[in-house]
């Protein structure tokens, strides 16, 4: 059952409005509209052929960048209703939050944030405010999908502050500058990086962490990297294999790690709605507002999880992301976004029409980002396809 909207949840009615001003919807809130911009967007249908850790030709069955951002969405939504958050706001969070992912998944992040070394590196979180904010052109009055201020802060701050009091940056980015792009659009148009974002962020934030952890056991298991018993090397699978075998003696593997990834995503948003709920009791925010100046995250796991939440994330990271199969493809992947980077700079001629007006006059790092920008936009066919087109050998990358 839903819980009724909270205080502390972000109000629609008190949105604090669009970078460009536009006349309310006669029939939709100003988040649910801004979910469906999401929706309707070029970037969004161009997440189907990118690729999540498995490229698109290596099965139906394996996710892309387009399903795990679906399933992000339905565990946010979950917990945004136990919650009494805005779950429009909270699905356009989700749906968005891999706007900016070039093809290759971290493969090709890898090779874009090298080949704009020199010009500011490239950051996927900061891909995705440019997507919504420049990049798309569907609208006759404005560049981007001009959505709320809500949506852009919960798109650049979901993971928490990026600068301290003092206008240093914190938190992830300690170790670098803020990323390229959000310091200039803030200057533009305020999104008080200094403080936390909405728990409709946040929540978007950690169903991320979720579908990633259960649904990568689950790619994992498909692809053969390991089995359902070699989860029991962590003690929270473990109990949860154990139970399961308890339950449905003899039960085939498909359905065995079927039912694991269900136990995992209950147990897991059952914790946070825990956790949550005793910050939010502690804490006592009678608004969004003072959610954002709490002084830390409200959407959370309590240690023992966030323990138990890391291991996964170790035993995926050794057992299928560092897996010498994906490796191999990752590293040629890598070097399909070097070369094609590459190519383009050296002759901009080779870009295409509408991305080529203009690029043989401007100055290095200008070019640069204007590629950097084309090749993030690129799916993982297309991308082959443009290799393919400019160079006498490509990768099959299988």
């Avoid at 399933?71 to 958050?85: D, F, Y």
């Avoid at 803020?178 to 999104?191: K, P, W």
């Avoid at 490796?327 to 029409?353: C, K, N, W």
């Amino acid at each position: 059952m839903a819980a009724p909207r909270a205080l502390y949840a972000c109000d629609p009615d008190r949105s604090r409005g669009r970078q460009f001003a536009e006349p309310p919807s006669k029939t939709r809130s100003p988040f649910r509209r801004d979910c469906d911009r999401v929706i309707h967007s070029t970037a969004f249908r161009r997440l189907k052929h990118k690729t999540q850790v498995f490229v698109f030709h290596e099965g139906d069955h394996y996710r892309t960048r387009l399903t795990h951002s679906l399933e992000v969405a339905q565990v946010a939504r979950a917990l945004a209703r136990q919650l009494g958050l805005d779950e429009d706001l909270t699905e356009a969070l989700a749906l968005a939050h891999d706007l900016g992912h070039p093809p290759f998944g971290h493969a090709g992040e890898r090779a874009l944030d090298g080949c704009l070394k020199a010009h500011g590196g490239f950051d996927h979180n900061a891909q995705t405010l440019r997507v919504v904010t420049s990049l798309e052109h569907r609208y006759p009055n404005f560049d981007g999908l001009n959505l709320t201020w809500e949506s852009l802060e919960g798109i650049v701050k979901h993971n928490g502050p990026l600068i301290d009091a003092d206008g240093v940056a914190s938190g992830l980015d300690r170790k670098r500058a803020i990323a390229e792009g959000i310091a200039e659009f803030d200057e533009v148009y305020d999104l008080e990086l200094s403080g936390f974002a909405s728990l409709e962020a946040q929540v978007a934030a950690i169903a991320d962490d979720i579908a990633y952890d259960a649904h990568d056991i689950d790619d994992g298991l498909r692809a053969g990297l390991f089995t359902v018993d070699d989860l029991k090397v962590m003690p929270l699978t473990a109990e949860m294999i154990a139970d399961i075998d308890r339950r449905y003696a003899g039960l085939d593997q498909d359905r065995r790690g079927a039912e694991l990834v269900r136990e995992l995503i209950s147990c897991l948003i059952g914790a946070v709605v825990s956790e949550a709920r005793r910050r939010l009791e502690a804490t006592q925010p009678r608004s969004a507002d003072e959610v954002r100046h709490a002084g830390q995250q409200l959407v959370a796991f309590a240690s023992d999880f966030a323990e138990a939440e890391a291991g996964i994330k170790a035993f995926l990271k050794q057992r299928m992301y560092r897996h010498e199969r994906v490796m191999g493809v990752m590293r040629e992947a890598e070097q399909i976004v070097v070369d094609l980077f590459a190519r383009y700079h050296q002759t901009p001629s080779d870009l295409p029409l509408e991305w080529r007006d203009g690029a043989a006059h401007e100055n290095q790092t200008a070019r640069a980002r204007r590629i950097g920008n084309f090749i993030a936009g690129m799916t993982d066919r297309f991308a082959l396809t443009e290799h393919q087109r400019l160079f006498d050998s490509t990768p099959d990358l299988r």
